[in-house]
């Protein structure tokens, strides 16, 4: 793998997602370097390597760990590939850190969720190497220090950084490099023609789930039991399709709802991010997701009450910086396949 990007694998962000994908890519035989800043997590994986716990079983992966970027840079040289795994409003600062790492041919792939970070990373790297995926069905979480767990198998899709008409977009021989390197590691790989499509796509479901599980705290299994969340996830899928149409995205869902539904289906036991991050008392990525569809409609000329009153009332549950319980930071509740079932709706 390592041999076919020319270079070290860098994880930026290592959170559930980037946890998984820095285990699933060691476990593969890339030569990976983690920059992992929570000293717990970090500890725990320097002491015993990293526990990856999946559909494959329970394995214990070595996984070299640094504090920082140039760190990193400085033991093991630099990266051939960097894949960028914060959350959406630490991607530009990510990115800034990340140079310390990068060469001139060195590809970025960034698996923020939502719209809006990707503009922002680009303006730092440059659009000719960054290339943008979304992380499907890995329903990632971090149980405790050291431990990684992913419900299902997952996969990413990827394509080129839509340029805003300022530069030449993605150089196609990065995203070869980067389908080459990622190919090795056995996550099954879906190259996007399309990636405004693409994030549209994975944005209705996220949308759909992340506001309703967030402002009430449930989990997506018990936000679909419940009529009256039923149908705002519903209302909310679907406002963020009119949207993406409005802004003439070319879509291949056609009921928006139907789509909504079968995703949630698929993933009832899922807490996804935002979820997760106010139970944590943690700034969540509401203004990227719920958000994001509201700052879109209003440059389509239209409105979307339904994820504007979603993005306010999680917003307030920042505030609190507490679950509806009562009770503050509750801890995750573990991986199996029962638990988290949300990938980024994860990360």
Same mark, same amino acid.
């Given at each position: ?54 559909? *494959? ?40 850190? =990340? ?12 698996? $923020? ?6 503009? *922002? ?5 440059? =659009? ?113 399709? *009119?949207?993406? +149409? ?19 289906? +698929? ?14 008392? +943690?700034?969540? *990525? ?8 509201? +700052?879109?409609? $209003?440059?389509?000329?239209?409105? =979307? ?21 009562? $009770? ?20």
């Amino acid at each position: 793998m390592t041999e076919r990007l020319g270079g070290t694998i860098a994880i930026m962000g290592t959170g559930a997602m980037g946890s998984v994908l820095a285990g699933r890519l060691a476990a593969a035989g890339g030569a990976v370097v983690a920059i992992v800043r929570d000293p717990a997590h970090r500890e725990a994986i320097a002491r015993h390597g990293l526990l990856l716990d999946g559909p *494959e079983g329970v394995r214990r992966v070595p996984l070299r760990v640094f504090l920082s970027a140039a760190d990193a840079a400085d033991a093991a040289g630099r990266a051939g590939l960097v894949i960028l795994a914060t959350k959406a409003a630490a991607a530009a600062d990510a990115a800034r850190a =990340a140079g310390a790492l990068m060469r001139r041919e060195t590809a970025m792939l960034a698996i $923020q969720n939502g719209l809006g970070s990707a503009g *922002e990373v680009a303006d730092v790297v440059g =659009a000719q190497r960054l290339a943008i995926g979304v992380a499907v069905a890995f329903g990632a979480s971090l149980p405790e220090p050291g431990r990684a767990c992913h419900a299902g198998p997952g996969a990413l899709h990827f394509g080129a950084y839509a340029s805003s008409g300022k530069d030449a977009g993605t150089d196609p021989a990065c995203l070869e490099r980067i389908a080459s390197a990622l190919d090795a590691s056995g996550i099954p790989l879906h190259r996007a023609a399309d990636v405004r499509a693409m994030q549209w796509e994975k944005l209705i479901c996220n949308a759909a789930f992340s506001g309703p599980c967030a402002a009430s705290g449930l989990s997506v299994g018990e936000v679909l039991d419940n009529p009256e969340l039923a149908q705002v996830c519903r209302a909310a899928g679907r406002e963020a399709w *009119e949207v993406a +149409r409005a802004l003439g995205i070319t879509l291949d869902v056609q009921d928006p709802e139907a789509h909504v539904m079968a995703f949630g289906a +698929r993933v009832r036991a899922a807490r996804p991010s935002v979820l997760q991050d106010i139970d944590r008392g +943690r700034p969540s *990525e509401i203004g990227y997701i719920n958000g994001a569809v509201v +700052r879109e409609a $209003q440059r389509a000329g239209l409105t =979307a009450p339904v994820n504007a009153t979603l993005t306010a009332l999680v917003r307030a549950r920042e505030a609190q910086g507490r679950n509806p319980r009562g $009770q503050a930071g509750m801890p995750d509740p573990g991986c199996s396949p029962q638990g988290h079932e949300h990938d980024r709706m994860r990360r």
